[in-house]
Nanobody, 126 residues
């Protein structure tokens, strides 16, 4: 069983930065694709970014391209989401998702991952 824990959320002003971390206890997820989703109040969950187990495949939502960077450190069982140039519309609960994937990150990008964290709140004030 893979248990995911997100940390790093908080309150930041417009234009500020935050770095989210997704870590796992128990089984290593070095062979897992990992991604981030977010859900704002009253809205559907949306894809943000994903990375393959090797880091060779990285996918971003258009809304965060050029501002957010996803990376991973398999030795530390951690995936990070560096968020720069934050906007009020980035306010949401951010969730980490993961699933086994030999190649690519499609299983995460398409929302079919079997493992999800509890989420961390990101609030951007105007």
């Amino acid at each position: 069983q893979v248990q995911l824990v997100e940390t790093g959320g908080g309150l930041v002003q417009t234009g500020g930065s935050l770095r989210l971390s997704c870590s796992t206890s128990g089984r290593t997820f070095s062979s897992y694709a990992v991604g981030w989703f977010r859900q704002a109040p009253g809205q559907e969950r949306e894809f943000v970014a994903a990375i393959s187990w090797s880091g060779d495949t990285i996918v971003y939502a258009e809304s965060v391209k050029g501002r957010f960077t996803i990376s991973r450190d398999n030795a530390k069982n951690a995936v990070y989401l560096q968020m720069n140039g934050l906007k009020p519309e980035d306010t949401a609960v951010y969730y980490c998702a993961a699933d086994r994937s030999d190649t690519g990150a499609a299983v995460v990008v398409t929302g079919r991952a079997n493992y999800w964290g509890q989420g961390t709140q990101v609030t951007v004030s105007s």
